[in-house]
Nanobody, 119 residues
Framework: QVQLVESGGGLMQTGGSLRLSCAAS????????MGWFRQAPGKEREFVAA????????YYTNSVKGRFTISRDNAKNTVYLQMNSLKPEDSAVYSC????????????WGQGTQVTVSS
């Protein structure tokens, strides 16, 4: 059974930093592209960042470029999202997701962790 478990969310002031972690189990982690998504109340879920299975390639939505960094440790089956210079508009539930590298759709999703940035 595949499980993705996020941690590291919380309450932070504007300009602060948080690091999210997503621990994966039940899958060959090193063959999966991992992504972070977020959903704010009343809004659609949006893509935040992704990292290829070998960590050579990373992708970010424009609003977080230069502030967020996605990374992975295949030995620990964990993907991270370092979030710096946080803004109130970054407040959302952040979820990690996994897809086989050659597929288009993310197949597995975590439950999410809440990030709240106060102004």
């Amino acid at each position: 059974q595949v499980q993705l478990v996020e941690s590291g969310g919380g309450l932070m002031q504007t300009g602060g930093s948080l690091r999210l972690s997503c621990a994966a189990s039940g899958l060959r982690f090193s063959t999966y592209t991992m992504g972070w998504f977020r959903q704010a109340p009343g809004k659609e879920r949006e893509f935040v960042a992704a990292i290829g299975y070998g960590a050579q390639n990373t992708y970010y939505t424009n609003s977080v470029k230069g502030r967020f960094t996605i990374s992975r440790d295949n030995a620990k089956n964990t993907v991270y999202l370092q979030m710096n210079s946080l803004k109130p508009e970054d407040s959302a539930v952040y979820s990690c997701a996994a897809k086989v590298f050659y597929e288009d759709q993310y197949k597995y999703w975590g439950q999410g962790t809440q990030v709240t940035v106060s102004s």
